[in-house]
C-alpha cells in the first residue's frame, strides 16, 4: 500500500467520513479493483494462491499480495500455510468475511441484471 500523509486534508476527510458513514466504512474495507475479486473467489469456497490468482488474471503478483495482506489484517479472510513441499498456502473467508457472502451474492445478482 502506498505511504498517506496522515495529516493531509484527504487523509482526514476520509477517516472523518468512515466513522460516520457505514458504507463508507465497508467500502473502505472492501472496495477497489482487486479486493472484491478476491473475495468473490474465497464466497465460493477456500482456495490456494495459483487458484485465487487464475480467477484474477489481470491481476499483478505484487498487487495480489498486497490486497490478500490487507483482507487478512482487516479480518476477512483467513491464511493457512501448510507444513508441505512445496509450501502450500490456502486462503479462506473468516466467520467476519463469510457475512459479506450475502452481500457480494446480491452485488452479483444486481450486476448480472445490469449487464443485460
Known sequence: MA???TTSTNFENEVENNNRCPVSFA???IGGRWKPLILWQLVHGKKRYNEI?????NV????LIEKLKELENDGL???KALPVVPPHVEYSL?????TLAPVLKAIAKWGTAQMI
Open 27 to 29: 467500502l473502505a474495507r
Open 77 to 79: 479472510i483467513s491464511r
Open 94 to 98: 473468516t466467520v467476519n468475511g463469510e
Open 3 to 5: 505511504i498517506r500523509k
Open 53 to 57: 490468482k487464475k480467477g484474477i488474471p
Open 60 to 63: 499483478t503478483e505484487k498487487m
